[in-house]
């Protein structure tokens, strides 16, 4: 667990204390940082395979929320995948997480939970967003078009919440996380963001002894990163300290270019080699730092900073997915 992590203090407006707490989606990154981050709070975890409840099908999330009856329920359920994958599944991206999100918020509706915490993400944005952006950002200009599939999905999830909200009265907040990294990342390099891609090439190449790696794009664009175990330690804290009908930004407040990026995670690999840059593959948003103002005044702040997280990160790579390099 991050040291950032702390049972819930002043101003707490929904104790999870003996709640019955679903995580929908606890294998992934995201999930399973969550349910670590849980651990502190004293309150009983429920979580679901795909096998219990393919979330997707309608009939299968009633049927098993019915059963569960979770009172608190967090959703960072989604098909998630960088750049490249976003733009070359498209149907993927919106589908699923529109049928994902429309269930679990709807059912959860039904069955009364008492609150709930939807996932978002910070490309809901416009592509040139003011920055740092601001929540009033949303829907203000054309969204950037390698994931305008995934982030119509996600404005959607939103406007779900806000609508159970009004409609309702359901105590349904959302979170937009900045892109985040960590232990139990995707290191496939078609379809992972760019951390775990970048640390498995320089990993590999060092192990082959090549003379350069190759990273996608120019290098230019500026990208904000949060280790999950802040994150996760964010959305505890909204869903103890937050209910209103806003969604809310949760990021370092820190950006940096995708070459410095690649230069920070080949010192921590140990690669000595040249970088080089793809420019046939996709730039993406030029830009997406986060205005985080909004939770940090709820009293929350990020604890571990990039380069404690890299190498964090790069020790779990080691231990549970890379090939050894023979010395
Ligand atoms: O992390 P990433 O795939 O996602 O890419 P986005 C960030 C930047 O890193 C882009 C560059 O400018 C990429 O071109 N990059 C350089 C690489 N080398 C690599 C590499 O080897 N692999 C990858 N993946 N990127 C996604 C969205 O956008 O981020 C989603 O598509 C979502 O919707 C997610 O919001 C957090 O930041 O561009």
Known sequence: MSESASTSSGNEIYNLKGKRVWVAGHRGMVGSAILRRLVAEDCEIVTSTREDCDLTRQQEVESWMSKARPQAVFVPAARVGGILANDRYPAHFIYDNLMIEANIINTAHKVGVEKLLFLGSSCI??????????????????????NEWYAIAKIAGIKLCQAYRRQYGCDFISAMPTNLYGPGDNFDLETSHVIPALMRKAHESKKNGDEEMTIWGSGSPRREFLHVDDAANALVHLMTHYSDEGHVNVGSGEDLTIYDLTKAVVDVVGFKGEIVKDTSKPDGTPRKLMQV???????????????????QVYQWYLDMVAEPIAE
């Open 125 to 146: 944005y416009p592509k040139m967003a003011p920055q740092p952006i601001p929540e009033q950002a949303l829907l203000t200009g054309p969204l950037e078009p390698t």
């Open 293 to 311: 103002d909004k939770l940090k005044a709820m009293g929350w702040q990020p604890a571990i900073g990039l380069k404690d997280g890299l190498t």
